[in-house]
């Protein structure tokens, strides 16, 4: 008898993560990964679960990667300009990188609206909580410090934000040139209600 072949997760999950990244859950089988990955269905299930919970995982890696980082750079930010130009910013490097798919796996995954229970939603919340923490926090120490207008909902502010960053995932299907989505990215910053015009000289608006 043949030796089981093993799988081992950090290599495997970087392929797996571009699979469903690219076609998306209802776009592959089990059987596709496994073929893809050179093993058995059955070292597949073992290895992380079903689909939902091998799309799951996916989801996670991919947050590891692409995610976290620009998280990073959103709490080192010393105002919401710099938080807001932070974010488009690791967008447009992970659009314009030739090695990723289009889109955002998160993002687009959330849109899809397929998953209202179960582990990729309990992922996909959990994934998309700290993002919204640190935004929520920027827009109202934005606010308190006079640097947004004091008038202005700061539900709506996040709402805007993330909407434009939604939009970017739209945006990169097209393939849009790196020199066109920083100038988008810049259009949309200016559309928060700053109390004062960006201030040129600090480039701090500079995508």
Same mark, same amino acid.
């Given at each position: 008898m043949g030796?089981r072949?093993?799988?081992?997760?950090?290599?495997?999950?970087?392929?797996?993560?571009?699979?469903?990244?690219?076609h998306g859950?209802d776009?592959?089988?089990?059987d /596709?990964?496994?073929?893809e990955l050179g093993?058995?269905? #059955?070292?597949?299930?073992r290895?992380?679960?079903?689909?939902?919970d091998?799309?799951a /995982?996916?989801?996670?890696?991919?947050?590891?990667?692409f995610i976290?980082?620009?998280?990073?750079?959103l709490?080192?930010?010393?105002?919401?300009?710099?938080?807001?130009?932070a974010?488009?910013?690791?967008?447009?490097?992970?659009?314009v990188?030739?090695?990723? #798919?289009?889109?955002?796996f998160?993002t687009?995954t959330?849109?899809?609206g397929g998953?209202?229970?179960?582990?990729?939603?309990?992922?996909?919340a959990?994934l998309q /909580?700290?993002?919204l923490v640190?935004?929520d926090?920027k827009?109202?120490a +934005?606010i308190?410090?006079?640097?947004?207008?004091?008038?202005?909902?700061p539900?709506?502010i996040l709402?805007?934000?993330?909407?434009?960053? +939604?939009?970017?995932?739209?945006l990169s299907?097209?393939h849009p040139?790196?020199?066109?989505l920083?100038?988008?990215?810049?259009?949309?910053?200016e559309?928060?209600?700053w109390?004062?015009? +960006?201030?040129?000289s600090?480039?701090?608006?500079a995508?």
């Open positions: 030796r072949r093993s799988l081992e997760t950090d290599k495997a999950l970087p392929l797996i993560v571009r699979l469903f990244w690219r859950y776009g592959l089988t089990l /596709q990964v496994a073929q093993v058995t269905k #059955p070292t597949l299930f290895t992380f679960g079903d689909k939902e091998l799309f /995982q996916a989801l996670d890696a991919y947050y590891v990667e976290k980082p620009g998280e990073d750079r709490d080192a930010a010393p105002d919401l300009r710099s938080a807001v130009t974010c488009f910013s690791t967008a447009i490097e992970r659009i990188d030739g090695d990723n #798919p289009p889109g955002c998160l687009d959330s849109l899809s998953f209202p229970s179960g582990p990729v939603a309990e992922t996909l959990r /909580q700290p993002a640190l935004l926090a827009i109202e +934005a308190e410090g006079g640097e947004i207008d004091p008038a202005t909902d539900q709506a709402h805007y934000i993330l909407a434009q960053l +939604a939009a970017f995932s739209a299907h097209s040139p790196d020199v066109m920083r100038s988008i990215a810049g259009f949309m910053i559309g928060l209600p109390v004062k015009p +960006a201030d040129l600090r480039g701090t608006s995508i």
